[in-house]
Nanobody, 123 residues
Framework: QVQLTESGGGLVQAGGSLRLSCAAS????????MGWFRQAPGKEREFVAA????????FYADSVKGRFTISRDNAKNTVVLQMNSLKPEDTAVYYC????????????????WGQGTQVTVSS
């Protein structure tokens, strides 16, 4: 079993930065692709970024390319989303997810989810 817990959300002005962390329990963390998703009020959940279990492959939504960076530290069972140049449109609850996939592929499913952390970007 795997449990995911997000942290690092908060209130920031447009153009500012936040660093989100996802802490995972369980010994199988390093075998999963890890991803970040977000959901704004009244909207569907959308993909933000993902990183393969070895860290050699990353995926980003077009809306965050060049601004967000995903990374992981398997020894510490953590995945991080560094968010720079934040925009009001980035306001959402951010969720960490984990899913099995080959190193170079995007997961077909996401098996585990955290409870989310709120990110609010003021204009």
């Amino acid at each position: 079993q795997v449990q995911l817990t997000e942290s690092g959300g908060g209130l920031v002005q447009a153009g500012g930065s936040l660093r989100l962390s996802c802490a995972a329990s369980g010994r199988t963390f390093s075998s999963y692709t890890m991803g970040w998703f977000r959901q704004a009020p009244g909207k569907e959940r959308e993909f933000v970024a993902a990183i393969s279990w070895r860290g050699s492959t990353t995926f980003y939504a077009d809306s965050v390319k060049g601004r967000f960076t995903i990374s992981r530290d398997n020894a510490k069972n953590t995945v991080v989303l560094q968010m720079n140049s934040l925009k009001p449109e980035d306001t959402a609850v951010y969720y960490c997810g984990a899913g099995p996939a080959p190193e170079q592929d995007y997961p077909l499913r996401w098996d585990y989810w955290g409870q989310g952390t709120q990110v609010t970007v003021s204009s």
